[in-house]
């Protein structure tokens, strides 16, 4: 109730807050799921342009974009008091404290991402490769964050985005697991050139 009278009283922050979030969750999403296009193209044989990997790149930045947003928006916003400490160290959080702990948890993990992937040239591949794995820990936490955070969770638009987000990316896991090469047509051997 108290969240709703924030809003009311001044509402642009607290929108503004809340669309930040949600973009930059849509965005983290469809750019990991781009992301795993490669090494399922890869596992199958098949060929990507290489404007998946910009799309996949742009995607990730627009979303440390959106979420440097989030965390701008909250930090002006008067209703409720985040310090840049609160924002950036998981300890004494304002706002539902375990929800906005996994929130800086996802932050470093997405920085760990976007700064290793940067430097990807200058890093050797295991390291960066084994890096990289914290994407998946990194769209779990947020997910968790803004169930748990979200004014909003149980609207049935928000269920809906959580949903399709979460299971598209998990769908895609699934796929990233178990892609098989495909098998190339065999043709039939002519009779008598068998051997």
Known sequence: ???????????????????????????????????????????????????????????NVLAALLIAGHLITLYFDPFLPFSLANLLVPVH??????????GVFALYAIAAVLLTSWLKGALPYAFWRA?????FVAFALVTAHGILAGSDTNEPFMRA???????????????RVFATPRRAAIAPVPQGQGK
Do not use: N
Not at 131 to 135: A, D, F, I, R
């Open 93 to 102: 959080e304002p706002y539902r404290p375990l929800a906005s702990a996994l």
């Open 161 to 175: 985005i959580y949903a399709g987000c979460a299971g598209a990316v998990a769908f895609l896991v699934l796929m």
């Open 131 to 135: 890096v990289h794995y914290l994407s």
């Open 1 to 59: 109730m108290a969240l709703v009278l924030a809003a009311q009283a001044d509402p642009f922050l607290w929108y503004l807050t809340r669309a930040m979030a949600v973009a930059g969750y849509i965005t983290l999403a469809v750019g990991a799921m781009v992301g795993m296009l490669r090494p399922i193209a890869r596992a199958t044989k098949e060929r990507l342009s290489g404007l998946t990997d910009v799309a996949h790149s742009s995607l």
